[in-house]
């Protein structure tokens, strides 16, 4: 799961974009204004380590677009972070609230580090060195952060509380992702991935497939993936296997079990990361795979739920005849070159700005929960997250079959149209 050298998200991001700018005969003003972020920001953390020493560890905040709403988005912690996958990953947020039509924008961000090699106190430093950094450019009504690869509500609260300290108030509304109990909603961990199969759950209906009767290979264990395999073997979905990475190899391997995994054994030795102990997992009866084996299976559905860049001009070609659904739970994870290969073969595309936007959607809720003051039972959140991924769901599908489009382009119409158009209502172009 590691990212290839060369690799620019940024420009794929900007590619996809170009495309369907072409297609709508996008004014060159309003390129302009989507093409790059509107604002971005890159600054040191110091942070005093365990050991007594100061290390400074860089932070990156980019927005991308904010015509719709305050911007909206994670960050990442990661030891390969750049500002190029920060500022595709902000465009891409902005796409994603625009084409579930909540009323955000798009931003990230970002710091380079492996939380794998931190404590907790030094995780804290950072979240709280992150805020004092950008703290005057976040803000609920401004641009409202969120957690992402590696980040959690934990790290969610540590930002919040250092916030409310320079800010000297109660602002709840700065950050979503928060604990349950602290102003965060129920539903908000399991909000992605199930987010993920409710559009599945629509696509596998116009393909005229029962859920009972498919399969799948996931590519990922941590929040999203989890979810998205309970709720989709709960559908009746067998999960053959998962691909994750090793910490300790550093490599990823590939756990299959057939007729499936058994997501509560898996879950009993995975780290708080989704690393899975091989070991563990060999005494259980699972095969111990190369990292890559997760996209070469006989299944009907794959689930890149991991990073970005993994399905390739390279790889892509090598998936089995048998797939018919590819559902995209991580960001990018999936290149233009793929996108062709899957294109010529038919194989049905649930976009990530699509498909993996059920957790933007319930920070979304959690913010409406937040300014009321009154929150909502887990079921009717998870209810309307269910609304709100259909119906966007049908929209694209719908466009796709109307003007004979991918369902990625299909999905970039509807977003990038959205945003165009509150940029020429605002009188920007
Ligand atoms: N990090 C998540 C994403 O990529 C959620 C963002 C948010 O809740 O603001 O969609």
Not at 72 to 93: C, N
Not at 126 to 148: E, F
Not at 322 to 333: F, L, M, S, T
């Amino acid at each position: 799961m590691s990212q290839a050298k060369g690799f620019n998200p940024f420009e794929m991001a900007q590619k996809q974009f170009d495309k369907v700018a072409d297609l709508l005969e996008l004014d060159t003003g309003t390129r302009e204004i989507l093409r790059n972020p509107m604002r971005e920001y890159a600054f040191n953390i110091p942070v005093r380590m365990d050991d007594g020493k100061v290390k400074v560890f860089r932070g990156f905040r980019v927005q991308h677009n904010d015509a719709r709403g305050p911007c909206k988005g994670g960050i990442r912690f990661h030891p390969q972070e750049t500002v190029d996958t920060v500022r595709a990953l902000a465009m891409w947020m902005t796409w994603k609230c625009s084409v579930v039509d909540i009323p955000l924008g798009g931003g990230k961000g970002g710091v380079i580090c492996d939380p794998h090699n931190l404590s907790a106190r030094e995780q804290e430093g950072i979240c709280r060195g992150w805020v004092r950094q950008i703290a005057k450019v976040v803000g609920p009504l401004s641009d409202v952060p969120a957690p992402d690869v590696m980040t959690n509500a934990q790290h969610m609260l540590w930002i919040l509380d250092e916030y409310e300290a320079i800010h000297g108030g109660h602002y709840p509304g700065l950050i979503t992702g928060k604990p349950v109990g602290l102003g965060g909603s129920l539903g908000r961990k399991e909000a992605t991935g199930y987010g993920l199969v409710f559009v599945l759950r629509e696509a596998l209906r116009e393909l005229g497939m029962k859920p009972e009767n498919t399969s799948a290979s996931v590519q990922g264990f941590g929040n999203v993936a989890q979810f998205a395999i309970e709720l989709y073997q709960r559908l009746g979905g067998r999960v053959i296997c998962v691909s994750c990475w090793d910490q300790k190899d550093q490599t990823s391997y590939t756990f299959k079990k057939e007729p499936a995994i058994k997501l509560e054994e898996l879950l009993g030795i995975t780290d708080r990361f989704g690393g899975i102990d091989k070991e563990k997992a060999k005494d259980l009866g699972y095969q111990v795979l190369p990292g890559e084996a997760w996209l070469t299976q006989d299944v009907d559905i794959l689930m890149p739920a991991a990073i970005e860049n993994q399905l390739t001009g390279e790889t892509a070609p090598r998936i089995s005849r048998k797939v018919r659904v590819v559902a995209e739970g991580a960001n990018g994870p999936t290149t233009p070159e793929a996108d062709e290969v899957f294109r010529e073969r038919n194989v049905f595309v649930l976009p990530d700005f699509l498909a993996n936007a059920g957790g933007v959607t319930c920070s979304y809720f959690e913010q409406v929960q937040s300014n009321m003051n009154y929150f909502w039972e887990k079921d009717e959140v998870l209810g309307k997250l269910d609304v709100k991924m259909t119906s966007a769901f049908h929209g694209v599908s719908e466009l796709a079959r109307q003007k004979k489009l991918y369902m990625r382009d299909a999905a970039y119409v509807i977003a990038i149209n959205r945003v165009a158009q509150a940029c020429k209502d605002r009188g920007w172009v």
